[in-house]
């Protein structure tokens, strides 16, 4: 599975960047998110509970940063372990730019997830994985960007790049 | 756990199960009513189907709880008093089932088919009986069985 | 009377209780101190497992044990093993890597068991298996059958995946006949592979009975001795005669409940290890990923032709893919059940074929509905017809050129087989009548003045049922004889008890056995009942495979009612006082032939078992015979299929206008059954054809896993089939009969895709014809004319 989108953010690229690698951050945006815990420069244990179609499961993961060049761009990669659920892997590429919007400086947030499941959740819900992915992309980016504005009515358009 | 009531196959049921039993489990399994099978895991396959309140319903997707004070009938109950409901001894007379485990969702399923007047003609049978896999008859004889049981019902009824 | 039940359709004894919910399939069986288990599986199609951990699932609400992997092998459990030894070109034997039932250290296909949770009910035993905690190191999987022998080596004694490499035929011979042709049709293609899909999932329930050290269980098998015979012979898990195999009603089986699985096997070894009762059932989740999946093959081929269309020669190469681990009938299946039948019902004087068997990381590959005659037949029918293309002919001119004539049986083929009788021109004949053959163009041509492209196919195939003889089964690799065991057990009060070796799973046995024995006696059907399925009360058995239970097990039982009949005449000679000559048995009533005297089927019974005068000195009392039958060949039932098919060419909607089969079954006992078990298998052959296809991707995730993208056939799917029959009877079984299980799955697909590529104009596409592909075609043919 692949997908890519960008949005746009009315904060400074540097903000943004900040906030993307503010844990509390991270784990307050992450949908379904019960724990999230550092455990090394970059490196983050968590457990997030998931719904894929008919297949609700909670995973137990690690996530790590990589390839940080700041304050533009980073790679996440990660991988849960669902027990009989199955699990899932893969990576994103997050890279920002500086635009203005409304005269104001904001940020141009784009990003290209790869994803691939297995066990149960492949089984069942395979076919669901696209949609399930903009839906956590959605839900995880509207409280990202709520939080970071501080302001619980902003809707967020997010633009798909290009559908595989 | 919770306790509901139900009117199974004529007669009054308290029955205790947990919030998240299905229904065609509390038939099963607590009412040894095996009649009624699971063929599946996501509503496909329509072995399960059984009537509540007078519709088909495939009894993998409800919950007990759910249907607290509904009148439930399983293959079990279908005949009521007599030896065979009149689709019953169709299926038998068209040699409408092999293997006989997708045959009591089939007939559940055709008679309400019927009872909701769609059981019109080949194609409108065959289309109403979508919901119900048979891997063993490729269909031709449910869909006799069936003409032939509607027609059956419908002498009954007048 | 006799006579006077065969051939009629007689209603089936054993549906009052299928429709009224009174059958008594495994999972509805409820004990006392019944147990659960649920099993741990793989979510990887290929990891190393290095370490469990069961310590949160003992702790979880309601769990007796968890086993595992690491317990199966501490107590030695064998692996499942695979009954059929095939030899390689080179004469080396096939590389089989070990089946473990739990597997310790490493997986190989998604979904393979490694742990079972027992507890106190499903829920929690499904609860539990969640907290099972297993460390898997994933590998990289092999999936593509075509690429494995180039692939990663998956087990260190199976260099290249290759399980074996066995070659048929006369390779110069074919080489010859290539090189003299006039025409070379070649084709490449795909046999789709299909997950059997019985509507009852398999399940098992094990009880362990200390005081008598007895296993009994029940389970959704075929062929219940054969199980038996694996899970003690070979997994060692009881003694033979302390493991009771019982398969009471069994929802459909159609192969895949032939093979002896992880979970049956792990079931009843831990109900002995844990003194326990337990019971499992697959959902159909677990159905999908472990069941033996079916077909799976690539194929290549070359028919050769003279000028005026007389075959030369056929050479095949195959690709047949295994799965994982080698199931317990996986490698006759691409080979002896495969190969041998690519002469089809042709005189093609060569044939070779090479097999290469693979192995990946995949479910176990095995038998389905029709098993390697399916694909033989694909193969064949569908270069046939294209052939026909090529050189312009009409298709079925091109078959009857080259059919075996009637008069030429028995016929030897090139590739094995004798086949002793038939009749192809017949069932030819009579198909294209029905089908309105002749007035397809103008069908056609209003099909297309609607802007619909129409299409009409032919398939003349043949198979080989009954496996048989058990000796040259044998001398080819074959594991157990192959014949059948019957049993007439005459009861006091004259009715009968009527046990047979083979088993019933929608077939009907318990009708069309009971009036096969009915009408030898002369006994009202009602009189005469059925027991199979059970290791406790039958002599070994070899069950329902092959389409072999009427021309095999039947002729069992007719053999032993015969010798009912001959201890008859003896008794009633006795009670007559006369010569057993003298008496004559017109059933059923046995006469003396020189006098008006007689007894009836009842009184000789009935003496049998409890006259005061009876000779024991001379004949034993009782009246119950046994017979063992080993057919002398196989039956060949074989027959002409003809599909018209319609497509939209804006959907690539395939739409089955009509579909005629014409089949020759031999004799035919109940045609109200035989044409039932048509209609089953013509609507798997068309479900193969337009709808079925099991699909991995690329890292060995199961993508069609459910039956929300496994696309079932379905009531809607499919016209009223037309069906029809010619006979000509079995040689060499006492029935008659032939077999008709698989017919109608092994006959169809090729006339569905033949019908297809006619009215894509030639353009060729592999099984499943699902719209999309068919649309894709169109798009690439030249501009449709419209009205
Ligand atoms: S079991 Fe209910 S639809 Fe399959
Ligand atoms: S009769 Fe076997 S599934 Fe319908």
Redesign the pocket.
Known sequence: MELKQQLVIPRAVEAVWQALNDPEMLQHSLPGCQHFEQTGDNAYDMTVSAKIGPVKATFNGAIALQNLNPPFSYEISGEGKGGVAGFAKGGAKVSLKAVTESGEPATQLSYSVEAAVGGKIAQVGGRLIQGAARKMAQDFFTQFVRRLCDDETIELVIETIETP | METIELKINGRKRTLHCLPNATLVEVLRDQLHLTGTHIGCDTTQCGACTIHVDGDAVKACTVLAVRSDGSEITTIEGLAENEASHPMQKAFKACHG???????PGMIMSAVDLVNKGCAVDPAAIREGLSGNI????GYQNIVAAVLQGASEMQEQSS | MSGSLIGKSVLRKEDHRFVSGKGRYTDDIQLVGLTYAAFVRSPYARADIKSFDVSDALAAPGVIAVLTGEEVAKDGLGGLPCGWMIHSKDGSEMRQPHHPVLAADRVNYLGEPVALVIADTQLEAKNAAELVMVDFEPLTAVVNPATASQAETLYEAVPNNLCYEWELGDEAATEAGLAAAAHVTTLKLTNNRLIPNA?EPRAALAEYNSGTDEIILHTTSQNPHLVRLIMTAFVQIAPEHKLRVIAPDV??GFGSKIFIYSEETALAWAAKKLGLTIKWTADRSESFLTDAHGRDHVSEAQLALSADGEFLALKVKTVANMGAYLSTFASAVPTYLYGTLLAGQYRTPAIYVEVDSVFTNTAPVDAYRGAGRPEATYLVERIVEKAAAEMGLDPAELRRRNFIGRDQFPYQTPVALEYDTGDYEASLHKALKMADYNTFSARQAEAEARGKLRGIGLSCYIEACGLAPSQVAGALGAGVGLWESGEVRVNPTGSVTVLTGSHSH?QGHETTFAQLVADRLGLPIEDVEVVHGDTGKLDFGLGTYGSRSLAVGGSALSVAADKVVEKGRKIAAHLLRTDVDNIDFDAPVFKMIDSNESKTFQEIAFAAYVNHDYPSEELEPGLAEKAFYDPLNFTYPAGTHICEVEIDPDTGVVEIIQFVAVDDFGTIINPMIVEGQVHGGLAQGIGQALLEQAVYDDTGQLITGSYMDYCMPRADNFPDFKVGMTCTPCTHNPVGAKGCGEAGAIGSPPAVMNAITQALGGIEIDMPATSEKVWRAVQTMPALKTA
Do not use: H, K, V
């Open positions: 089932l092999q293997c006989g485990f997708c045959t048979c891997r063993c008859t | 509507i929802g459909g929608g």
